[in-house]
């Protein structure tokens, strides 16, 4: 099946959802990317989601009830293994979040373990473009979205402020419109959503 197929199928089985069609059209397409990935790598879902199989039971079965059935055989797969990296990107990213503890941390492990990803973060979620990412971020991680008045790339975004709470530095450029890279932190996260760049590789 292709991602695409597995994220037609994910949206069919949210009727009755606890949540309105954005976060649906979200949870879905970081499943859809997911579940191909981990078909492709041959490894458990979990190692790309960051979720073990009870947190990902409990997560569909609030947002997308009608997969629970299919979703509850990966009840027993182990929670992962979390690097230094990305623990520290869930810290932080559950200091700013604004939602309730089940939700809210499943969103911070989905987040943080895509964000390991190479892609544009949006990308690697599975939306599709960057502006469904920073929708996302300014509904359920209000206080930290906040916090990127100069628009940065959400991933170097992150990274920055992991860096400054840790007391380094992510750079020795003091002022950002003097860098060299200043592109490769504000300049455009365009490019074509790796669900439509999965499709076209299948049929190509």
């Known amino acids: 099946m292709q991602a695409t197929e597995i ?44 979720l073990g199989g009870q947190e990902m039971l409990a997560l569909v079965s609030r947002i997308l009830p009608g997969t ?45 373990r895509r964000a390991m990803e190479p892609n544009h973060l949006w990308q690697d979620l599975g939306l599709r473009h960057r502006r469904e990412l920073s929708w996302l971020l300014e509904r359920h991680f209000e206080p930290l979205a906040r916090r990127n008045t100069a628009d940065m790339k959400w991933k170097k975004f992150f990274f920055r402020m992991i860096c400054r709470d840790e007391g380094y530095r992510l750079c020795s ?6 860098c060299d890279d ?8 365009d490019g074509e959503s790796l669900l439509a760049r999965i499709a076209a590789n299948r049929m190509g």
Not at 173 to 178: A, S, Y
Not at 182 to 189: Q, R, T, Y
Request: charge should be negative; proline fraction near 3%.
């Open 7 to 50: 994220y037609g199928w994910l949206m069919a089985g949210s009727a009755g959802g606890e949540c309105d069609q954005f976060d649906a059209h979200v949870v879905a397409s970081i499943l859809a990317v997911s579940l191909f990935q981990a078909h492709e790598r041959k490894c458990l879902l979990s190692q790309m989601t960051g």
């Open 68 to 112: 629970t059935e299919r979703f509850s055989r990966l009840a027993g797969m182990p929670v992962p293994e979390v690097g230094e990296t990305e623990d520290t990107l869930r810290d932080l990213l559950r200091r700013g979040c604004t939602d309730n503890a089940d939700w809210g941390n499943a969103l911070v492990s989905l987040i943080a």
């Open 173 to 178: 450029t003091p002022v950002c419109d003097e």
């Open 182 to 189: 200043f592109d490769a932190c504000f300049g455009d996260e």
